[in-house]
């Protein structure tokens, strides 16, 4: 089995390339399943039911959120009916949408699963260790794919190293830098962070000179994205049908030409 992962998608530049190459990555790997976080999908923050649907018909099969979940009003009057989307487990409001789904593939249960870290994310309610042992009780697959959004590289690899035997996957994302640090550990596939899909001449998918600004001289900003031609980061995972153990994971990074 293969699964294809697509790091935080950051507004219009991210989203067009995600849609514009994702006919070539599937044609290129092959996945049996596609998962994309899309936390700061609609204008750098949150993201909105158009833009699930939009991300849904190009042939995306799970959405994972983060920090920014609830940031567009919109989706939390759709969040209920959006069955292919899940927000992180251990943030509230806890009442709205589900944090995990699963889905059968080639007759196996996979599940995907989100999360939020807890240190330097103060949206953060609740210790994300302890969220994924009340989850394990709960769920019921032969795969299980943890997409940890969170800020600090060693909680990430901790997190990791103490599920390892009980996960397939646990994939970093939020920081928007892809990490090289891919292995597998016990039979778990795992990345510090995926990196982004969004503007690559950026400060994380944000307008340079506004981040200058604001980080430099302490003017006042707004939140505007860099437009312009987007990197694309991701990776890919081989999974043994007949363990449910991760055997490969490649990460995928496509900068824009030129």
């Known amino acids: 089995m293969r699964i294809l992962f697509l790091g935080d998608i950051v507004a219009k530049s991210g989203r067009e390339a995600v849609v514009n190459q994702l006919p070539s990555l599937k044609e290129k790997y092959h996945p049996d399943m596609t998962i994309v976080n ?63 789904v699963i889905k059968v593939i080639k007759d196996k249960k996979v599940a995907v699963v989100n999360l939020v870290g807890k240190v330097f994310m103060d949206i953060c ?29 060693a909680e990430k690899i901790t997190f990791a190293q103490y599920f390892a035997q009980h996960l397939t996957a646990v994939l970093g994302t939020h920081t928007h830098v892809q990490t090289a640090d891919e292995r597998i550990i016990d039979g778990c596939a795992y990345i510090s962070d995926v990196g982004m899909c969004g503007s690559f001449d950026s400060i994380l998918g944000r307008d340079i000179e506004e981040v200058i600004s604001r980080s430099i001289y302490n003017e006042p900003t ?37």
Not at 47 to 63: E, F, H, P, R, S
Not at 72 to 83: A, G
């Open 38 to 100: 899309g936390e700061n999908a609609a204008h750098g923050k949150g993201i909105t039911a158009k833009i699930y649907n939009q991300l849904v018909l190009a042939g995306v099969d799970v959405i994972t959120l983060g920090n920014h979940a609830f940031s567009k009003q919109d989706i939390l009057n759709h969040l209920p009916s959006t069955r292919q989307m899940i927000r992180p487990a251990n943030m509230e409001p806890s009442h709205i949408g589900q944090s995990y």
């Open 125 to 153: 309610k609740e210790d994300p260790v302890i969220t994924m042992q009340r989850l394990l009780q709960q769920i019921e697959a032969d795969i299980i794919i943890v997409d940890f959004h969170a800020e600090a590289t």
């Open 222 to 258: 707004r939140y505007t994205p860099a437009m312009g031609p987007a990197i694309l980061c991701g990776v890919i995972i081989d999974i043994d049908e007949k363990t449910n153990r991760a055997n490969r994971i490649e990460r995928i990074q496509i900068r824009p030409k030129g």
